[in-house]
């Protein structure tokens, strides 16, 4: 299954706040208010995987892989710390590195795959499939 457009508008905002982090958690420390601002993103397989596997700041562990709560919480962090062109070289790393078993990374980045599969719901996409070779020739007379 791969990643569909979605139908909300691509950003929404809701209500000030005091007292809270960037991510909305209770932060009586935080001296200014902030407004709660909420985006909209499609994300393919691989960028998923790679912004997991390749961030700087992931560093998820078995467990961390196994607990869905956990996983996502990491990709938000992950999402919010990216721009648009580190997502991309993350997912190319990510699609370089599952390209094969010798590849550096590979059984790393497999297990996050198999995580994002099992947590998300999506799959890496499949090659198209090869145009059958007609072995016949036609030769004009």
Known sequence: MHASLT??????????????SLFGEADPG????????????SLRFY???GLLAFHPAMMLTASELQCSD???EALRFAIVD??????????ELARSALSGPRRP????TKLV??????TF??????????PAVNTLRLVAA
């Open 7 to 20: 139908t909300q508008p691509v950003l929404t905002v809701d209500t000030v706040q005091e007292n809270v």
């Open 30 to 41: 935080e001296p200014e208010p902030r407004l709660s601002v909420r985006v909209s993103m």
């Open 47 to 49: 960028d998923m995987v």
């Open 70 to 72: 956990e996983l996502a």
């Open 82 to 91: 990216s721009g648009m062109s580190q997502i991309e070289e993350y997912a």
């Open 105 to 108: 990374f590979h059984a790393y």
């Open 113 to 118: 795959a198999e995580a994002v599969t099992r």
């Open 121 to 130: 719901g999506m799959t890496a996409p499949q090659p198209p499939a090869a």
